[in-house]
């Protein structure tokens, strides 16, 4: 859409017909856009127009979950995959696994921040927990709700993360940190259901989208 979500367009190129789970601008540059599907990962340099795909060498997982790219070198990009983590910092050329410290590779979702020491930090939501690297992915260490689906990350400028997490870890589903994930708090107040949160969006309000009841 060119007009806030007025009309749609439908894109009749390379990724039609893809079970797409993540969308993701390089920021600064509106032009490139990566999309993560189950059938692997895509780029496009025009906005959507057209797509190729980013599969370089050591990124042997098709089923792309999630993808972030550093905002300070949008060479690097990570994504997350039902078998763990996979870097590049040559913009999608070659992978590596980054794994280490990851006791669950079952990824669901990937967030990004600066970090004021010059690393990036990176937290991954699992199929049980927080996970949390302060080196831009190069190694990982558990960072709360251990046991819980995670299966969306918020970062906000204002220091504080959140995280949505699945009806079937207990009725808290919506979580709040302002320590980067040292310690959580519940924030399911009255008016939320006790239903899954599945994505999140800071613009003034928070918002909340959950399975089956809706925004």
Request: glycine share 14%; charged share 20%; hydrophobic share 35%.
């Given at each position: 859409s060119?007009?806030?979500?007025?009309?749609w367009q439908e894109?009749?190129?390379?990724?039609?017909?893809r079970?797409?789970n993540?969308?993701e601008?390089?920021?600064?540059?509106?032009?490139?856009?990566?999309?993560?599907?189950?059938?692997?990962?895509?780029?496009?340099?025009?906005r959507?127009?057209?797509?190729?795909?980013?599969?370089?060498d050591?990124l042997?997982?098709?089923?792309?979950?999630?993808i972030?790219v550093?905002?300070?070198?949008?060479?690097?990009?990570?994504?997350?995959?039902?078998?763990g983590?996979?870097?590049?910092?040559?913009g999608?050329?070659?992978?590596?696994?980054?794994?280490?410290?990851?006791?669950?590779r079952?990824?669901?979702?990937?967030?990004?921040?600066?970090?004021?020491?010059?690393?990036?930090?990176?937290w991954?939501?699992?199929?049980?927990g927080?996970?949390?690297?302060?080196?831009t992915?190069?190694?990982?260490?558990?960072?709360?709700?251990?046991?819980?689906?995670?299966?969306?990350?918020l970062?906000?400028?204002?220091?504080?993360l959140?995280?949505?997490?699945g009806?079937?870890?207990?009725?808290e589903?919506?979580?709040?940190?302002?320590?980067?994930?040292?310690?959580?708090?519940?924030?399911n107040?009255?008016?939320?259901?006790?239903?899954s949160v599945?994505?999140?969006?800071?613009?003034d309000?928070l918002y909340?989208g959950t399975?089956?009841t809706?925004?």
């Amino acid at each position: 859409s060119a007009d806030g979500g007025a009309t749609w367009q439908e894109f009749q190129n390379e990724i039609r017909n893809r079970w797409v789970n993540d969308l993701e601008l390089v920021p600064g540059n509106p032009d490139i856009l990566y999309v993560a599907t189950w059938e692997g990962l895509y780029r496009s340099t025009d906005r959507g127009q057209t797509w190729n795909h980013v599969g370089g060498d050591g990124l042997y997982r098709n089923d792309i979950k999630s993808i972030v790219v550093d905002p300070e070198d949008p060479n690097t990009l990570i994504v997350g995959t039902g078998d763990g983590v996979f870097r590049s910092q040559n913009g999608g050329a070659s992978w590596s696994a980054v794994n280490e410290g990851l006791e669950n590779r079952n990824i669901q979702y990937l967030e990004i921040a600066p970090n004021d020491e010059g690393e990036n930090l990176v937290w991954i939501g699992t199929g049980s927990g927080v996970y949390r690297s302060g080196n831009t992915g190069a190694t990982w260490s558990p960072s709360g709700l251990q046991g819980k689906e995670v299966l969306a990350l918020l970062w906000h400028e204002s220091g504080m993360l959140y995280a949505g997490t699945g009806r079937s870890s207990g009725a808290e589903t919506l979580w709040g940190s302002a320590d980067a994930g040292d310690s959580w708090s519940p924030l399911n107040s009255p008016g939320l259901p006790d239903k899954s949160v599945n994505a999140l969006l800071y613009s003034d309000h928070l918002y909340a989208g959950t399975a089956a009841t809706g925004v």
